[in-house]
């Protein structure tokens, strides 16, 4: 499922592909990609303008145009997109087309159609709107704090709470928890001062290696937890079996030696 990390190297992706280039046509192969917004409402936002930038919130990406809106995508479960020559050769379960002068093709995908494609003025009334916590990635050490101190609850549910933080899911939760040796199912009240830096300091680490490797597994740092979690691996850090519990519903991995449950 995408991740922040994800969606970083989508937004670079798309940046590398598809700006500056006069959007010809939008073809919306699915209409329940859109929630909000119609397919009429998209064409005439998007037909006839150029992409002149990116930014990302959390899980959103939001695509600027040379005129007033912008275009507000979300990856859902299994979203990616796809620059192609040739519209032909468009992966399967594509949602929405974008067709440029040229010929070229962006391809929005989502097989699960969990995410979706919609169009705004305005990025911070979105995200103002959907009442989404600041960005995990540019959280400065003080504000990371304040948002989690005095809150209730397990650490992994507060970090993976889209309304307190956004950008962080199961996956990464559970490696930046690893890398803090904070145990996932700690009460967020119990952490000290110093929890919550060595937590700050690592959300900014694992995202940013993530982000490096270009969120392939392989090339990410070896002490990587999330490098086991297919194959049922040792400890990274001490070679201990690891352990999986649930939090949220969610399956969490973590290592009982390195996160101690109190
Ligand atoms: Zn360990």
């Known amino acids: 499922m995408p991740e922040l990390p994800d969606v970083e190297v989508f937004r670079r992706y798309f940046d590398a592909t598809s700006l500056k280039q006069k959007i010809e046509q939008v073809d919306v192969l699915d209409k329940r990609i859109l929630e909000e917004a119609t397919e009429n409402s998209l064409r005439a936002a998007l037909i006839g303008t150029t992409f002149t930038g990116t930014r990302r919130h959390g899980k959103f990406m939001f695509a600027e145009t040379d005129s007033e809106p912008w275009l507000v995508l979300h990856y859902g479960m299994t979203g990616f997109l796809s620059y192609v020559r040739n519209s032909e050769e468009q992966p399967s379960h594509t949602r929405v087309l974008f067709s440029f002068e040229g010929g070229n093709h962006l391809a929005f995908v989502d097989q699960r159609i969990l995410g979706l494609a919609s169009v705004t003025t305005d990025p911070d009334a979105f995200i103002a709107e959907r009442d989404l916590g600041p960005d995990a990635f540019a959280l400065k050490p003080a504000a990371f704090r304040d948002i989690l ?39 967020l009240a119990e952490l000290s001062g110093g929890d919550l830096k060595k937590l700050h ?20 740092p070896k002490r990587f937890l999330l490098r086991q979690r297919d194959s049922g691996g040792p400890c990274p850090r001490c070679g201990s079996e690891l352990a999986t519990t649930k939090v949220s519903s969610r399956t969490t991995l973590y290592c009982p030696a390195c996160q101690p449950e109190a």
């Open 149 to 187: 101190q005095g809150r209730r609850g397990a650490v992994k549910s507060a970090i993976t709470n889209q309304n307190v933080i956004s950008g962080i899911g199961n996956i990464y939760a559970d490696e930046i928890l690893f890398q803090s040796k904070i145990h996932p199912k700690r009460a």
């Open 201 to 220: 300091q690592q959300t900014r680490k694992v995202l940013q290696a993530a982000i490096d490797a270009e969120v392939d597994v392989d090339r990410m």
